[in-house]
């Protein structure tokens, strides 16, 4: 059913005062919009669960402050909220003055901690497209320092937050979010493992493995990953998926012309190959390799079906476990 396939997907609440850029982080990275035109977005004043959520691996909802989140308002269903969900991230505006946006935090992870101590807390300081490397850093230094004081203060010493300094104007944002989202995976080591066996017997350089919708990857072989390569990937999947909209054959039963058939392959003038494969519904592999190694198609596609068969079976046996009721999620 619908509701069990949801039930391990991993779920993000996104929070942080108005205007911070929730629904521009939203938008960006889930409905393709360009970051110029959240200029023009209205501001968000009702929580919303995003329609995204059929579509992509990641499930997804914002919320604001202030106004409608009043946590000592006794229908403010804390439990649902914080119970359900596997990551905060909060929004801080690092262009703004943020000791409000501090005040909130700590308010908010005192508050989400006491509902479920395993939620991971995870803090955006945005904006900062608008800031030099220094000014970057110190606001960095400067978050984190009052942000774990106000925490200590609460007597929640043992609480972690992570940090991530994102921006809508380049990579940053889905970055950020593809570490959220690993840490949400029970299976990420496996998943690695798979693209490590993947890539050294098919003289891959690097492998992503995507959520097509969001562009965030849910895993990466052990190499080092740099921004150059993942931009390159996300380039490549908007290309594939805007080439496969405007010349996608679709049937009746296809509502989606990305699908298990679904391959691509660019050339560039640098003697470098990208190579898309389609996983399932919502992920596709992409690759990075030299075109010498692109000769021995054969075997790579080979070693990719092979992998694709074992990431089948790694999410299947997390349906089998959730659907016996054996929550196997880590804490
Ligand atoms: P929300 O109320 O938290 O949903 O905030 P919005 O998404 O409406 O964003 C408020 C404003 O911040 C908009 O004008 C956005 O264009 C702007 N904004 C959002 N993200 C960024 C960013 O990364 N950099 C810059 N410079 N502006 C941003």
Redesign the pocket.
């Known amino acids: 059913s619908s509701s069990l396939q949801d039930d391990h997907k991993p779920r993000i609440l996104l929070m942080?005062?108005?205007?911070?850029?929730?629904?521009?982080?939203q938008k960006v990275v889930f409905h393709k919009m360009s970051?110029n035109e959240?200029?023009f977005?209205?501001?968000?004043n009702q929580i919303v669960k995003d329609d995204i959520n059929n579509s992509s691996f990641v499930q997804f909802q914002?919320w604001?402050f202030p106004g409608q989140i009043d946590f000592f308002d006794p229908t403010f269903d804390s439990d649902t909220i914080f119970g359900g969900c596997g990551a905060l991230v909060f929004?801080i505006?690092a262009?703004d003055d943020y000791q409000d946006a501090l005040d909130k935090l700590q308010l908010t992870v005192t508050k989400a901690y006491r509902v479920n101590s395993n939620i991971k807390f995870e803090v955006f300081i945005?904006?900062?497209?608008?800031l030099n490397d220094d000014y970057k850093m110190e606001s960095q230094r400067d978050i984190h320092h009052r942000a774990t004081d106000d925490l200590a203060e609460a007597g929640l010493h043992h609480v972690h937050l992570s940090f991530h300094l994102?921006?809508?104007?380049d990579h940053s944002?889905f970055e950020a979010f593809s570490k959220v989202v690993q840490k949400l995976i029970p299976q990420l080591p496996t998943l690695e493992n798979l693209l490590n066996i993947l890539i050294s017997n098919s003289g891959i350089e690097k492998a992503f493995l995507f959520d097509v919708v969001s562009k965030i990857y849910i895993a990466t072989d052990s190499s080092p990953v740099d921004m150059q390569s993942y931009e390159l990937c996300c380039d490549m999947i908007d290309v594939v998926i805007d080439i496969s909209c405007i010349y996608g054959m679709v049937d009746e039963t296809e509502t989606n012309t990305f699908n298990n058939e679904s391959s691509s392959l660019i050339k560039l003038n640098n003697g470098t190959v990208l190579y898309l494969r389609e996983v399932n519904k919502f992920l596709a592999l992409v690759c990075i390799l030299r075109e010498e190694n692109f000769q021995k198609q054969g075997v790579i596609d080979y070693n990719f079906l092979c992998f694709r068969h074992a990431i089948t079976q790694v999410f299947e046996l997390r349906n089998k476990c959730q659907s016996s009721g054996t929550d196997r999620r880590r804490s």
């Open positions: 942080g005062l108005r205007r911070s850029g929730k629904s521009s982080i970051p959240t200029l977005l209205e501001s968000t914002i604001d929004v505006d262009q945005h904006k900062v497209d608008g994102t921006s809508i104007y944002i």
